[in-house]
């Protein structure tokens, strides 16, 4: 089976920087995605790692640690819009599936 | 980016009947889809792959006769909620990856359909 763990909620003031964090345990580990969900819409792809390392695309960026089966993504200048729930996600070698993790709701404060 | 519309956005039915929704890859062709189901405030847990030409995949503890999955052409995939109850209303969301973009593409989702059983 597979398992990921992130924090169900954090908060954060606008312009600030927040990182959030997940765990995951898989077979078949492939990478690790992160998406963006607002209230009543589709989730959007933000990032993939498949490597270790960090991964940077404008305000966000994701990092991963295969060997710590760890990554996170890190948000920076945040902005009002970004209030939303994020997922981190995996791909599991051998199929197209993404496994979800339980979602983290980002809370922002003016 | 690729893009997939899902339909209807929201529906309304009577407890015991049965409904359709349809995913469709508008700019590419999609041998395999994936219907997520989506409870509030709650993670998309995936209900099955459904595969152009084929039987779908069932996850565990999903009821294959309940949920109906046909993907009867590389554009198109539809759920059927069977025999519906208040208890399948829920957020269901379709996605696919468009082939052909090396190691991983990004999974791209439908708008999702509000099921409402009365």
């Known amino acids: 089976g597979q398992s990921l763990e992130q924090p169900s909620e954090v908060t954060a003031v606008e312009g600030a920087i927040v990182q959030i964090n997940c765990t995951y345990q898989?077979?078949?580990?492939?990478?690790l995605s992160w998406y963006q969900q607002h209230d009543g819409g589709a989730p959007t792809f933000l990032s993939y790692?498949?490597?270790?390392g960090l991964e940077e695309t404008g305000r966000f960026s994701s990092f991963l640690s295969r060997s710590d089966s760890y990554g996170y993504l890190l948000l920076q200048e945040l902005q009002m819009k970004d209030s939303a729930s994020y997922f981190c996600?995996?791909?599991?070698?051998?199929?197209?599936?993404?496994?979800f993790g339980k979602g983290t709701r980002l809370h922002i404060l003016p | 980016g690729a893009v997939v519309s899902q339909h209807p956005s929201r529906v309304i039915c009577k407890s015991g009947t049965s409904v359709k929704i349809e995913c469709r890859s508008l700019?590419?062709?999609?041998?395999?889809m994936f219907w997520y189901r989506q409870f509030p405030k709650q993670s998309l847990m995936l209900m099955a792959t459904?595969?152009?030409?084929?039987?779908?995949?069932?996850e565990q503890g999903v009821e294959k006769d309940k949920f109906l999955i046909n993907h009867a052409s590389l554009t198109l995939s539809t759920l059927t909620v069977t025999s519906a109850h208040p208890e399948d209303s829920s957020f269901y969301i379709c996605?696919?990856?468009?082939?052909?973009?090396?190691?991983?593409?990004?999974?791209?989702f439908g708008q999702g359909t509000r099921l409402t059983v009365v």
């Open positions: 996605s696919a990856r468009a082939p052909g973009q090396g190691r991983y593409t990004e999974a791209f």
């Open positions: 898989t077979s078949g580990f492939y990478g």
């Open positions: 790692n498949a490597l270790d």
């Open positions: 996600a995996v791909k599991k070698g051998g199929d197209d599936k993404i496994i």
């Open positions: 700019d590419f062709q999609a041998t395999t």
């Open positions: 459904s595969n152009e030409g084929s039987k779908a995949t069932y």
